[in-house]
């Protein structure tokens, strides 16, 4: 039974230890795809601000082909609103979702710290038991 109950203790504490690696995986995962989410709008705002002065400048641009180029530089700024909007939540589900990875892993480590305890707790009572027997 105690070589049982050893073997168990260790591959524990082998389960824990690629946990935690596991944990600090997903945090430099988290990490990076905040970076890119954060590149993403830095990206798309910039593209929009470009896209609002293109029909602030036609507007105020006179011309015979005024009402083309507002046309233009509105549709322009509606389409890359549409396009970086979508941009923005796939950036922003991909980063949650690594979140609720590294969450998950943070549980994961502590229901494994919970066996272990357990597993110690049995054999310390084995030993007590064991003890008391050939006493």
Known sequence: MSNFLQNLLNAVNKDQSTMQWMQISDTNATM??????????????????????????????????????????????????????????????TTQAAQQAVGQDGTNLQSQAQLAQALNTISSNLASLIGHAYS
């Open 32 to 93: 990076m795809d905040a970076r890119m989410e954060e590149q993403t709008y830095t990206l798309w705002n910039t593209q929009l601000n470009a896209d609002a002065a293109a029909v602030q400048s036609a507007v105020s641009g006179g011309g015979s082909d005024e009402s083309n180029n507002v046309a233009a530089a509105n549709a322009k700024y509606s389409s890359d609103s549409s396009i970086s909007q979508s941009a923005e939540n796939s950036a922003d589900s």
